[in-house]
């Protein structure tokens, strides 16, 4: 399984783009990048999904380069609900979402 | 569409105690998880279904049993509960088990913690 590296925390203000990095190096050819969100007591929610180039969605857009050993995720003008912990998984499409796993995350805190 | 329900919402569990929560989803889901998470970490699989009458073993089962006997129903039981098991469980659900395309629902949570 790849194995996923994020920031621990991050601040931005309101207003402002946020890019959210994620480091899997030995991602491998079947592995698709999926980005989940979660509120404070509450369970995480889906937000992107990618294999390679951009994706954009009506909530953020998942920039993956030409070697996917990263991806980005872009949240545009932020506001004080995007406060929340985001989670970036790597999965093998041959393989269930039983197979991913939830690390860390990184914890956004948006400023007014 | 409620898509996702867990019940209790919170429960204080004595320990060697036993309890069964209850997660239930309306969107004709073939799977469904259940999720521990500890503070300050991420979630981890307990055990998992992927149809009616089935159940599996995710990344940590011991102490937690399971069962699907309705395609929206599944319950998760502890019979006698550990401070170990303190935590908050979360159930989701999703169309398919292919990661593309078919995303997990998530429930609300229930919130236990164990004496």
């Known amino acids: 399984l790849a194995k996923t590296t994020q920031p621990i925390s991050m601040d931005s203000y309101e207003g402002q783009e946020v890019n959210i990095t994620c480091s899997h190096n030995?991602?491998?050819?079947?592995?698709?990048i999926t980005w989940y969100q979660q509120f404070p007591s509450q369970g995480p929610r889906f937000i992107i999904q990618g294999y390679k180039t951009k994706v954009t969605n009506e909530v953020a857009s998942l920039f993956i380069p030409a070697d996917r050993k990263s991806s980005t995720l872009s949240l545009p003008r932020v506001s004080l609900s995007d406060t929340a912990v985001y989670y970036c998984?790597?999965?093998?499409?041959?393989?269930?979402?039983?197979?991913?796993?939830f690390g860390t995350g990184t914890r956004l805190t948006i400023i007014p | 569409n409620a898509g996702v329900t867990q019940t209790p919402k919170f429960r204080v569990l004595k320990t060697g105690q036993s309890m069964t929560l209850l997660c239930a989803q309306d969107?004709?889901?073939?799977?469904m998880y259940w999720y521990r998470q500890d503070p300050g970490m991420g979630l981890r699989l307990i055990h998992y279904?992927?149809?009616?009458?089935?159940?599996a073993k995710g990344e940590v089962p011991d102490g937690y049993n399971v069962s699907r006997l309705k395609k929206q129903n599944f319950l998760l039981g502890l019979e006698s509960a550990a401070p170990s098991q303190t935590s908050v469980y979360f159930c989701?659900?999703?169309?398919?088990?292919?990661?593309?395309?078919?995303?997990?629902?998530f429930g609300p949570g229930t919130r236990l913690t164990v004496t």
């Open positions: 030995n991602i491998a050819t079947n592995d698709y």
């Open positions: 279904s992927v149809g009616e009458g089935t159940t």
């Open positions: 998984l790597v999965g093998d499409i041959n393989f269930g979402n039983e197979k991913l796993t």
């Open positions: 989701a659900s999703s169309y398919s088990s292919a990661l593309q395309y078919y995303e997990q629902y």
């Open positions: 969107m004709n889901h073939e799977y």
